[in-house]
């Protein structure tokens, strides 16, 4: 653990960054909207379809067989890598969306009724606050939500347990906010709700792969995140619940791989998780996703932590030094990205120069609307990290500041 | 800077994201269009005055980018005592040179500068949206406009 990891060698396993755009070498600072893929992800994935594929869970031929085994040893593998008691915790979806919205869906719908409220704070993503008004609107249940501070982007918990009233069933936040870099102390925000018998969820989008997440020590009823943003491919995510939470959830969506049997009129359905994952998985992607979890703990995650919060650290501190720079979310203790305006440049006159620069940023609001108008801006520019950046890229990143505070006169 | 950025943010354009002229509310409009990125953020209203057939007044208020802003900018003074059919077969050249960089017809004036923005695909609806707000007022269109 103490080791500090190669991380020049580690870069040199994602083959995608060693290229030019726009002449320039690559800086791919867009880790928080998708992270790259180590080789070793996409000899995964080529090698179960150059061998293994097949349905799972059907055939009784070798080729099934093997593409079952391996399926399901993805299962167990995601299951260590959130220290769960059991494979049977862990359901697959296509992402932290589809998680979010099997909770609202199968759970929301079996205990959320006309009255209840469901507490969500100001700075979630779309995807932990739309799925929720679909919800509400459908139950005629509220919404209520913890407010943030200001632009230094944290919760303020002062006002939690007058928001958690007896009407409260789901609290829903995230770990890390994709905009702000805030890192929530979840383990007291789940003791607080669940001291007064309230269901939790945790959005980990950007904090799995990005730190240790263990759900146990964090004590939430259910948590989501994303393949794709951790070295593993597009179109997968997961769904942790607690076994009991899981157990009394109806299904989410119908069909095959999630019924014990069927007739014409009525069918049984199948123990969690396969009750909740109707049709053919996303076999590969969960193979895939096995290799890029046990890389990810090959590097450790409490070292990659450390390094991405540390180049965060040190471009906040060199953006802060630049004249008429507004930055967001916490000065100390934030996750590995920075969020920030230069004067009254808009976000994606910043990112079109970056870009011509060879500097992927992200400008928008980042699925992140409301909390925008709440900060009084219409989007901010932001550059995210993983452990394949360095800090002479941060220092190249603020020379291309530089340049563009004075292509707009800023 | 590269060569591409200079075509893309001509200092016309730089000028007019800088200090929009007509950059107002219109009390006496006879109509407005509404433009709306919901992606960027862009947002503008663009107020008209029409004398009959003609554009008498433009004016617009919103915010955006800079291509977007400088857009509506050099709009509403290119527009003012057209017909509605000549704004229309401007609007046409304007989406020829935006989209393609390629001068079709005369009469484009300083609206040339958008030759540029071509070369950057993801930018081409920031400098069209204030002109779909335009055909939209001079129709009396009544929803929002949008180019993603
Ligand atoms: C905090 C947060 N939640 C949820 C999501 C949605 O993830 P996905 O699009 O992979 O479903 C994201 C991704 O942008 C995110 O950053």
Redesign the pocket.
């Known amino acids: 653990m103490s080791r500090t990891p190669d991380w020049a060698g580690l870069r040199g396993d994602f083959p995608i960054l060693d290229q030019r755009v726009h002449g320039q070498p690559l800086i791919y600072f867009d880790n ?3 992270s790259q893929k180590p080789r070793a992800v996409i000899d995964a994935l080529r090698h179960y379809y150059e061998h293994d594929n097949a349905n799972v869970h059907r055939g009784i031929h070798e080729l099934s067989n093997r593409a079952t085994t391996a399926f399901e040893a993805g299962r167990e593998r995601v299951a260590r890598f959130l220290n769960a008691g059991s494979a049977d915790e862990i359901v697959f979806t ?7 919205n099997l909770v609202a869906a199968a759970w929301g719908g079996a205990h959320i009724k006309a009255g209840d409220r469901i507490l969500l704070t100001e700075m ?5 606050l739309v799925p929720w008004q679909m919800l509400a609107q459908r139950t005629g249940a509220e919404l209520r939500f913890v407010p943030v501070t200001g632009d230094e982007g944290l919760l303020d918990l002062a006002r939690l347990d007058e928001l958690l009233t007896p009407q409260v069933k789901l609290f829903a936040f ?5 905009s702000l870099g805030t890192i929530n102390p979840v383990a007291e925000l789940c003791a607080r709700a669940r001291a007064r018998g309230v269901t939790t969820l945790v ?1 980990a ?2 904090s799995a792969g990005h730190m240790p997440v263990d759900v146990r020590a964090l004590g939430c009823d259910f948590l ?1 995140f ?1 393949s ?2 951790i070295c593993g491919p ?1 179109g997968l ?1 997961v769904l942790w619940g607690r076994p009991a939470a899981l157990d009394a959830m109806p299904p989410y969506q119908g069909g095959g791989e999630m019924i014990l049997s069927v007739d014409y009129q009525k069918s049984s359905y199948k123990q969690p998780p396969h009750r909740f994952e109707a049709g053919t998985p996303d076999i590969s992607g969960v193979i895939a996703l096995h290799t890029a979890l046990d890389y990810l703990d090959a590097i450790g995650r409490e070292a990659i932590f450390r390094h991405d919060q540390e180049l965060a650290q040190y471009t906040y501190q060199r953006l802060a030094e630049l004249p008429n720079v507004r930055l967001f979310g916490p000065a100390t203790d934030r996750a590995g990205l920075v969020s920030f305006l230069l004067g009254d440049v808009h976000a994606h006159d910043v990112v079109t120069v970056a870009d011509q620069r060879g500097v992927a940023l992200r400008g928008g609001h ?2 992140n609307q409301p909390l925008m108008k709440r900060l009084g801006v219409a989007s901010t520019a932001r550059a995210s990290f993983y452990f394949y950046n360095t800090r002479a890229e941060v220092d190249r990143f603020i020379e291309v500041v530089r340049e563009i505070q004075k292509f707009f006169a800023v | 800077m590269a060569e591409d950025l200079d075509e893309l943010y001509q200092q016309v354009i730089l000028d007019h994201c800088k200090t929009p002229r007509n950059f107002r509310a219109l009390p006496g409009a006879s109509r407005r269009g509404e433009g709306y990125n919901p992606l960027c953020g862009d947002n503008y209203t663009v107020f008209v005055a029409m004398d009959g057939d003609r554009v008498r007044e433009a004016t617009f208020q919103g915010s955006g980018c800079c291509i977007s802003k400088a857009s509506a900018s050099l709009l509403t003074d290119a527009v003012k005592g057209r017909t509605k059919e000549e704004v229309k077969a401007l609007f046409g050249q304007v989406h020829d040179i935006i989209t393609t960089g390629r001068v079709t017809g005369d009469g484009l004036g300083k609206l040339a500068v958008f030759a540029g923005v071509h070369k950057f695909p993801a930018r081409v609806k920031c400098a069209i949206l204030a002109w779909h707000a335009l055909v939209a007022a001079v129709d009396g269109a009544e929803t929002p406009v949008t180019t993603e």
């Open positions: 928080a909207a998708s296509r992402g932290t969306t589809e998680s979010i979630e993503h779309h995807s932990n995230t770990h890390i906010s994709n959005d989008a950007q989501a994303s794709h943003k597009t995510g980042h699925c």
